[in-house]
Protein backbone atom coordinates (compact mmCIF):
# COMPACT_ATOMS: atom_id res chain seq x y z
CA UNK A 1 0.00 0.00 0.00
CA UNK A 2 1.04 3.65 -0.62
CA UNK A 3 1.27 5.79 2.35
CA UNK A 4 -0.46 9.23 1.03
CA UNK A 5 -1.19 12.52 3.11
CA UNK A 6 -4.29 14.36 2.54
CA UNK A 7 -6.67 16.76 4.25
CA UNK A 8 -10.05 14.97 5.40
CA UNK A 9 -13.44 16.07 6.89
CA UNK A 10 -14.76 13.76 9.79
CA UNK A 11 -18.45 15.09 9.70
CA UNK A 12 -20.35 17.78 8.00
CA UNK A 13 -19.54 20.18 11.01
CA UNK A 14 -15.77 19.68 11.11
CA UNK A 15 -12.98 21.58 9.48
CA UNK A 16 -10.81 19.72 7.24
CA UNK A 17 -7.52 18.30 8.82
CA UNK A 18 -4.61 16.86 8.08
CA UNK A 19 -5.49 12.51 7.43
CA UNK A 20 -3.24 10.38 6.91
CA UNK A 21 -4.24 7.10 4.69
CA UNK A 22 -3.17 4.20 2.24
CA UNK A 23 -3.44 4.20 -1.24
CA UNK A 24 -3.77 1.03 -3.27
CA UNK A 25 -1.01 -0.53 -4.54
CA UNK A 26 -0.44 -0.40 -8.14
CA UNK A 27 -1.99 -2.41 -10.76
CA UNK A 28 -0.88 -3.34 -14.49
CA UNK A 29 -3.10 -0.67 -16.07
CA UNK A 30 -2.43 1.92 -12.99
CA UNK A 31 -0.67 5.20 -13.01
CA UNK A 32 0.48 7.24 -9.77
CA UNK A 33 0.55 10.33 -9.90
CA UNK A 34 2.17 13.41 -7.62
CA UNK A 35 -0.87 15.84 -7.28
CA UNK A 36 0.64 19.38 -7.75
CA UNK A 37 -2.59 21.27 -7.76
CA UNK A 38 -6.20 20.37 -6.76
CA UNK A 39 -8.71 23.21 -7.57
CA UNK A 40 -11.62 23.53 -5.04
CA UNK A 41 -15.24 23.11 -6.61
CA UNK A 42 -18.53 24.39 -4.74
CA UNK A 43 -19.41 19.93 -5.02
CA UNK A 44 -16.70 19.77 -2.75
CA UNK A 45 -18.51 22.21 -0.16
CA UNK A 46 -21.50 20.54 -0.53
CA UNK A 47 -20.46 17.17 0.22
CA UNK A 48 -18.18 17.89 2.81
CA UNK A 49 -21.25 19.52 4.46
CA UNK A 50 -23.77 16.23 3.47
CA UNK A 51 -26.16 19.22 1.69
CA UNK A 52 -26.52 16.33 -0.86
CA UNK A 53 -27.24 13.57 1.70
CA UNK A 54 -25.11 10.41 2.04
CA UNK A 55 -21.99 11.66 2.80
CA UNK A 56 -18.79 9.23 3.90
CA UNK A 57 -16.20 10.25 6.03
CA UNK A 58 -13.89 10.61 6.37
CA UNK A 59 -13.90 12.49 3.22
CA UNK A 60 -10.85 13.63 1.42
CA UNK A 61 -12.48 16.33 -1.32
CA UNK A 62 -10.96 16.88 -4.29
CA UNK A 63 -11.75 16.41 -8.04
CA UNK A 64 -9.86 18.72 -9.86
CA UNK A 65 -6.41 17.32 -10.12
CA UNK A 66 -3.46 17.47 -11.94
CA UNK A 67 0.16 16.37 -11.31
CA UNK A 68 2.93 14.51 -12.73
CA UNK A 69 3.35 10.89 -13.35
CA UNK A 70 6.03 9.42 -11.38
CA UNK A 71 5.38 5.62 -11.38
CA UNK A 72 3.68 3.39 -14.10
CA UNK A 73 1.92 -0.47 -13.98
CA UNK A 74 3.94 -2.76 -16.42
CA UNK A 75 0.71 -2.23 -18.95
CA UNK A 76 0.46 1.03 -19.24
CA UNK A 77 0.24 2.47 -22.82
CA UNK A 78 -1.05 6.27 -22.81
CA UNK A 79 1.34 7.66 -20.15
CA UNK A 80 5.06 8.08 -19.60
CA UNK A 81 6.89 8.85 -16.12
CA UNK A 82 7.12 12.35 -15.98
CA UNK A 83 4.21 13.33 -18.26
CA UNK A 84 1.18 15.62 -16.78
CA UNK A 85 -2.50 14.12 -16.17
CA UNK A 86 -5.05 14.95 -14.56
CA UNK A 87 -8.15 13.71 -13.06
CA UNK A 88 -11.72 14.58 -12.52
CA UNK A 89 -14.76 14.00 -11.03
CA UNK A 90 -14.81 9.90 -11.24
CA UNK A 91 -11.93 7.28 -11.64
CA UNK A 92 -13.60 4.17 -12.98
CA UNK A 93 -16.98 2.49 -14.44
CA UNK A 94 -17.64 -0.62 -15.87
CA UNK A 95 -16.44 -0.21 -18.85
CA UNK A 96 -19.36 -2.27 -20.77
CA UNK A 97 -23.02 -0.73 -20.16
CA UNK A 98 -24.48 1.00 -22.88
CA UNK A 99 -23.66 3.93 -21.21
CA UNK A 100 -19.75 3.95 -21.03
CA UNK A 101 -19.76 2.40 -24.05
CA UNK A 102 -21.10 5.78 -25.68
CA UNK A 103 -18.55 7.63 -23.21
CA UNK A 104 -20.78 8.66 -20.52
CA UNK A 105 -18.89 6.68 -17.75
CA UNK A 106 -20.56 9.70 -15.53
CA UNK A 107 -23.55 7.55 -16.15
CA UNK A 108 -22.74 4.22 -15.71
CA UNK A 109 -25.43 1.70 -15.35
CA UNK A 110 -23.42 -0.40 -13.17
CA UNK A 111 -21.40 2.00 -10.95
CA UNK A 112 -19.20 4.89 -11.14
CA UNK A 113 -16.77 5.16 -8.69
CA UNK A 114 -16.39 9.05 -8.31
CA UNK A 115 -12.83 10.31 -7.22
CA UNK A 116 -14.03 10.95 -4.01
CA UNK A 117 -17.26 10.82 -1.74
CA UNK A 118 -17.99 7.28 -3.46
CA UNK A 119 -16.39 3.47 -3.48
CA UNK A 120 -14.50 1.58 -5.73
CA UNK A 121 -15.92 -0.88 -8.33
CA UNK A 122 -16.26 -3.64 -5.68
CA UNK A 123 -18.73 -0.94 -4.05
CA UNK A 124 -17.12 -1.33 -0.71
CA UNK A 125 -13.51 0.68 -0.69
CA UNK A 126 -13.86 4.15 -0.20
CA UNK A 127 -12.37 6.86 -2.86
CA UNK A 128 -10.48 9.58 -1.58
CA UNK A 129 -9.75 12.68 -3.49
CA UNK A 130 -7.28 15.58 -4.74
CA UNK A 131 -6.59 17.08 -1.02
CA UNK A 132 -3.82 14.83 -0.74
CA UNK A 133 -0.30 14.02 -2.20
CA UNK A 134 -0.79 11.80 -4.40
CA UNK A 135 -3.31 9.15 -6.64
CA UNK A 136 -3.29 5.77 -8.08
CA UNK A 137 -5.88 5.63 -11.22
CA UNK A 138 -6.05 3.41 -14.07
CA UNK A 139 -4.94 5.32 -17.00
CA UNK A 140 -8.26 5.09 -18.99
CA UNK A 141 -9.18 7.44 -16.35
CA UNK A 142 -6.49 10.24 -16.06
CA UNK A 143 -6.49 12.75 -18.58
CA UNK A 144 -3.45 13.80 -20.72
CA UNK A 145 -1.84 17.34 -20.25
CA UNK A 146 -0.29 19.04 -22.44
CA UNK A 147 -0.60 23.23 -21.34
CA UNK A 148 2.34 22.34 -18.50
CA UNK A 149 3.40 25.83 -17.81
CA UNK A 150 -0.35 27.18 -16.59
CA UNK A 151 -0.83 23.47 -14.19
CA UNK A 152 -2.64 25.43 -11.48
CA UNK A 153 -4.85 26.94 -13.82
CA UNK A 154 -5.54 24.05 -16.07
CA UNK A 155 -6.99 22.17 -12.76
CA UNK A 156 -10.48 23.66 -12.55
CA UNK A 157 -10.79 22.39 -16.01
CA UNK A 158 -11.10 19.18 -14.79
CA UNK A 159 -14.98 20.12 -13.48
CA UNK A 160 -15.56 23.52 -13.77
CA UNK A 161 -14.35 23.14 -17.53
CA UNK A 162 -15.61 19.95 -18.92
CA UNK A 163 -19.11 20.77 -16.65
CA UNK A 164 -19.97 23.96 -18.66
CA UNK A 165 -18.28 22.80 -22.00
CA UNK A 166 -20.37 19.77 -22.48
CA UNK A 167 -23.74 21.32 -22.33
CA UNK A 168 -22.35 24.22 -24.67
CA UNK A 169 -21.53 21.56 -27.52
CA UNK A 170 -24.78 19.75 -26.54
CA UNK A 171 -26.77 22.74 -27.34
CA UNK A 172 -24.68 23.73 -30.36
CA UNK A 173 -24.08 27.14 -28.89
CA UNK A 174 -22.20 28.75 -31.53
CA UNK A 175 -22.01 32.25 -33.59
CA UNK A 176 -25.12 34.62 -33.86
CA UNK A 177 -26.73 33.44 -30.71
CA UNK A 178 -27.18 34.72 -27.03
CA UNK A 179 -26.17 33.10 -24.16
CA UNK A 180 -26.84 33.85 -20.79
CA UNK A 181 -24.26 32.35 -18.02
CA UNK A 182 -25.98 33.11 -14.64
CA UNK A 183 -23.72 32.98 -11.43
CA UNK A 184 -20.02 33.87 -12.03
CA UNK A 185 -17.97 31.20 -9.49
CA UNK A 186 -15.82 28.75 -10.59
CA UNK A 187 -18.41 26.91 -13.14
CA UNK A 188 -19.55 30.89 -14.28
CA UNK A 189 -16.27 32.07 -15.41
CA UNK A 190 -15.35 29.24 -17.28
CA UNK A 191 -19.07 28.87 -19.18
CA UNK A 192 -18.22 32.93 -20.56
CA UNK A 193 -14.83 32.04 -21.35
CA UNK A 194 -15.91 28.85 -23.67
CA UNK A 195 -18.81 30.33 -24.85
CA UNK A 196 -17.69 33.52 -26.25
CA UNK A 197 -14.56 31.34 -27.39
CA UNK A 198 -17.40 29.55 -29.35
CA UNK A 199 -18.66 32.81 -30.86
CA UNK A 200 -21.99 33.22 -28.57
CA UNK A 201 -22.53 37.11 -27.91
CA UNK A 202 -22.45 36.27 -23.86
CA UNK A 203 -24.23 38.04 -21.10
CA UNK A 204 -23.31 36.87 -17.41
CA UNK A 205 -26.63 37.44 -15.19
CA UNK A 206 -25.15 38.21 -11.43
CA UNK A 207 -26.36 39.19 -8.09
CA UNK A 208 -22.55 40.62 -7.55
CA UNK A 209 -22.45 44.07 -9.01
CA UNK A 210 -18.29 44.25 -8.60
CA UNK A 211 -18.01 41.83 -10.96
CA UNK A 212 -19.47 43.72 -14.02
CA UNK A 213 -15.44 44.80 -15.01
CA UNK A 214 -14.70 40.82 -14.73
CA UNK A 215 -16.47 39.85 -16.71
CA UNK A 216 -16.20 41.45 -19.62
CA UNK A 217 -12.47 40.90 -19.15
CA UNK A 218 -13.13 37.45 -19.26
CA UNK A 219 -14.98 37.83 -22.60
CA UNK A 220 -18.89 38.69 -21.69
CA UNK A 221 -20.40 41.17 -23.87
CA UNK A 222 -23.21 42.10 -20.97
CA UNK A 223 -23.71 41.91 -17.11
CA UNK A 224 -26.98 42.04 -15.58
CA UNK A 225 -27.45 42.69 -12.26
CA UNK A 226 -30.20 40.26 -11.12
CA UNK A 227 -31.74 41.97 -7.90
CA UNK A 228 -33.28 44.11 -9.95
CA UNK A 229 -36.71 42.90 -11.25
CA UNK A 230 -36.73 45.62 -14.33
CA UNK A 231 -33.32 44.67 -15.71
CA UNK A 232 -34.49 41.20 -15.75
CA UNK A 233 -38.07 42.27 -17.55
CA UNK A 234 -36.32 44.32 -20.59
CA UNK A 235 -34.47 40.92 -21.21
CA UNK A 236 -38.01 39.03 -21.57
CA UNK A 237 -37.87 36.32 -24.52
CA UNK A 238 -34.32 37.14 -25.89
CA UNK A 239 -32.40 34.26 -25.31
CA UNK A 240 -30.69 31.19 -26.86
CA UNK A 241 -29.74 29.52 -24.25
CA UNK A 242 -28.78 29.48 -20.48
CA UNK A 243 -25.83 28.00 -18.46
CA UNK A 244 -27.43 28.41 -14.64
CA UNK A 245 -24.67 27.83 -12.50
CA UNK A 246 -25.85 28.76 -9.50
CA UNK A 247 -25.25 26.81 -6.28
CA UNK A 248 -27.38 28.14 -3.97
CA UNK A 249 -31.37 28.12 -4.52
CA UNK A 250 -33.21 31.02 -6.53
CA UNK A 251 -36.00 31.70 -8.57
CA UNK A 252 -35.51 29.72 -12.29
CA UNK A 253 -38.84 31.03 -13.30
CA UNK A 254 -37.18 34.46 -13.76
CA UNK A 255 -34.51 33.06 -16.04
CA UNK A 256 -36.47 30.44 -18.05
CA UNK A 257 -38.74 33.63 -19.35
CA UNK A 258 -35.32 35.66 -20.63
CA UNK A 259 -35.55 32.12 -23.61
CA UNK A 260 -36.47 33.72 -26.92
CA UNK A 261 -39.07 30.32 -28.76
CA UNK A 262 -37.16 27.21 -29.13
CA UNK A 263 -34.37 28.52 -26.22
CA UNK A 264 -33.03 25.88 -23.57
CA UNK A 265 -32.00 26.31 -20.09
CA UNK A 266 -29.52 24.14 -18.37
CA UNK A 267 -29.00 23.51 -14.89
CA UNK A 268 -25.35 22.49 -13.97
CA UNK A 269 -25.79 23.79 -10.67
CA UNK A 270 -26.97 21.73 -7.84
CA UNK A 271 -28.64 23.54 -4.62
CA UNK A 272 -29.12 21.64 -1.49
CA UNK A 273 -33.61 22.01 -2.04
CA UNK A 274 -34.93 21.54 -5.45
CA UNK A 275 -36.94 24.63 -7.28
CA UNK A 276 -40.34 25.05 -8.46
CA UNK A 277 -40.65 25.71 -12.02
CA UNK A 278 -44.43 27.41 -12.94
CA UNK A 279 -45.09 25.06 -16.39
CA UNK A 280 -46.28 28.38 -17.67
CA UNK A 281 -42.40 29.48 -17.80
CA UNK A 282 -41.69 26.63 -20.33
CA UNK A 283 -44.67 26.64 -21.93
CA UNK A 284 -44.69 29.61 -23.12
CA UNK A 285 -42.09 30.02 -26.19
CA UNK A 286 -42.03 26.08 -26.07
CA UNK A 287 -39.08 26.49 -24.11
CA UNK A 288 -36.85 23.30 -22.63
CA UNK A 289 -35.35 23.05 -19.09
CA UNK A 290 -32.72 20.18 -18.76
CA UNK A 291 -29.47 19.25 -16.68
CA UNK A 292 -26.15 18.19 -17.77
CA UNK A 293 -23.76 16.22 -15.52
CA UNK A 294 -19.64 16.76 -15.85
CA UNK A 295 -18.49 15.13 -19.49
CA UNK A 296 -17.21 11.49 -19.89
CA UNK A 297 -13.65 10.84 -20.64
CA UNK A 298 -13.25 11.61 -24.50
CA UNK A 299 -15.38 14.84 -24.13
CA UNK A 300 -12.83 16.07 -21.22
CA UNK A 301 -9.96 15.02 -23.32
CA UNK A 302 -11.36 16.94 -25.97
CA UNK A 303 -11.87 19.82 -24.18
CA UNK A 304 -8.70 20.12 -22.45
CA UNK A 305 -7.04 19.77 -25.94
CA UNK A 306 -9.65 22.15 -27.30
CA UNK A 307 -8.60 25.00 -24.17
CA UNK A 308 -4.53 24.08 -24.90
CA UNK A 309 -5.57 25.30 -28.41
CA UNK A 310 -7.43 28.25 -27.45
CA UNK A 311 -5.46 29.42 -24.22
CA UNK A 312 -8.18 29.63 -22.43
CA UNK A 313 -7.47 27.98 -18.88
CA UNK A 314 -9.60 29.16 -15.41
CA UNK A 315 -8.58 32.77 -13.25
CA UNK A 316 -7.62 31.39 -9.88
CA UNK A 317 -6.53 31.90 -6.39
CA UNK A 318 -3.69 29.73 -5.24
CA UNK A 319 -3.98 28.73 -2.07
CA UNK A 320 -1.60 26.74 0.83
CA UNK A 321 -4.07 23.68 1.90
CA UNK A 322 -4.21 25.28 5.38
CA UNK A 323 -6.03 27.96 4.64
CA UNK A 324 -8.68 25.73 2.91
CA UNK A 325 -11.75 26.30 5.64
CA UNK A 326 -11.05 30.22 4.87
CA UNK A 327 -11.70 29.17 0.91
CA UNK A 328 -14.86 27.25 1.33
CA UNK A 329 -16.05 30.89 3.74
CA UNK A 330 -14.86 32.72 0.86
CA UNK A 331 -16.89 30.74 -1.91
CA UNK A 332 -19.98 30.60 -0.08
CA UNK A 333 -19.92 34.40 -0.12
CA UNK A 334 -19.55 34.08 -3.60
CA UNK A 335 -16.21 36.08 -3.14
CA UNK A 336 -14.13 33.88 -5.43
CA UNK A 337 -11.98 35.15 -8.42
CA UNK A 338 -13.20 32.74 -9.78
CA UNK A 339 -11.37 29.48 -8.61
CA UNK A 340 -9.14 28.34 -5.77
CA UNK A 341 -6.63 26.25 -6.21
CA UNK A 342 -4.64 24.58 -3.37
CA UNK A 343 -0.47 24.30 -4.00
CA UNK A 344 -0.16 20.56 -2.98
CA UNK A 345 3.40 21.86 -2.08
CA UNK A 346 2.38 22.92 0.91
CA UNK A 347 0.76 19.51 2.38
P1 LIG B 1 -19.14 28.87 -7.00
O1 LIG B 1 -17.75 29.13 -7.48
O2 LIG B 1 -19.46 29.06 -5.57
O3 LIG B 1 -20.10 29.79 -7.91
C1 LIG B 1 -21.49 29.85 -7.72
C2 LIG B 1 -21.99 31.25 -8.09
O4 LIG B 1 -23.40 31.27 -7.94
C3 LIG B 1 -21.48 32.35 -7.19
O5 LIG B 1 -20.23 32.85 -7.56
C4 LIG B 1 -22.58 33.41 -7.35
O6 LIG B 1 -22.34 34.17 -8.54
C5 LIG B 1 -23.82 32.57 -7.58
N1 LIG B 1 -24.61 32.47 -6.34
C6 LIG B 1 -24.20 31.99 -5.14
N2 LIG B 1 -25.19 32.06 -4.24
C7 LIG B 1 -26.25 32.60 -4.88
C8 LIG B 1 -27.59 32.90 -4.50
N3 LIG B 1 -28.02 32.68 -3.25
N4 LIG B 1 -28.42 33.43 -5.44
C9 LIG B 1 -27.99 33.65 -6.69
N5 LIG B 1 -26.73 33.39 -7.10
C10 LIG B 1 -25.89 32.88 -6.21
O7 LIG B 1 -19.57 27.38 -7.34
P2 LIG B 1 -19.09 26.41 -8.53
O8 LIG B 1 -17.94 25.61 -8.06
O9 LIG B 1 -19.02 27.19 -9.77
O10 LIG B 1 -20.33 25.39 -8.57
C11 LIG B 1 -21.62 25.86 -8.89
C12 LIG B 1 -22.64 24.78 -8.68
O11 LIG B 1 -22.45 23.77 -9.69
C13 LIG B 1 -22.54 24.05 -7.35
O12 LIG B 1 -23.85 23.77 -6.88
C14 LIG B 1 -21.83 22.76 -7.71
O13 LIG B 1 -22.10 21.71 -6.83
C15 LIG B 1 -22.42 22.49 -9.06
N6 LIG B 1 -21.64 21.59 -9.93
C16 LIG B 1 -22.33 20.79 -10.76
C17 LIG B 1 -21.65 19.97 -11.65
C18 LIG B 1 -22.40 19.13 -12.63
O14 LIG B 1 -21.87 18.17 -13.15
N7 LIG B 1 -23.63 19.48 -12.94
C19 LIG B 1 -20.26 19.94 -11.64
C20 LIG B 1 -19.59 20.80 -10.78
C21 LIG B 1 -20.28 21.62 -9.91
P3 LIG B 1 -22.64 35.76 -8.58
O15 LIG B 1 -21.77 36.37 -7.53
O16 LIG B 1 -22.24 36.12 -9.97
O17 LIG B 1 -24.11 35.93 -8.34
ZN1 LIG C 1 -16.67 19.90 -9.28
Same mark, same amino acid.
Given at each position: MLSTRGYAADSPTSNLKPFDFERREMGARDI????????? +?HSDI???RDEWGGSIYPMVPGHEIVGRVIRLGADVS??????????? +??? /?SCRECVNCAEGFEQFCLIHCAQTYNSTEMDK??????????????DENYALKISDMENLAAVAPLLCAGITTYSPLKRFNVGKNQKVGVVGLGGLGHMGVKLAASMGAQVTVFSTSP?????????? @????VVTKNPENMRALAGSYDFILDTVSANHDLNQYLNLLKRGGAMVLVGAPE?? %?AVSAFSLIGNNRTLAGSGIGGIAE????? /?? +?? %????? @?DVEIIPIQQISDAYERTIKSDV?????? /??NSL
Open positions: LIEIKFCGV +CHQVKFKENDYAGVG +CFV /DKTPTFGGYSSQIVVSKEQDSRKLG @AHDFKP %ATQEML /DY +CA %ANKIS @ARYRFVI /DM
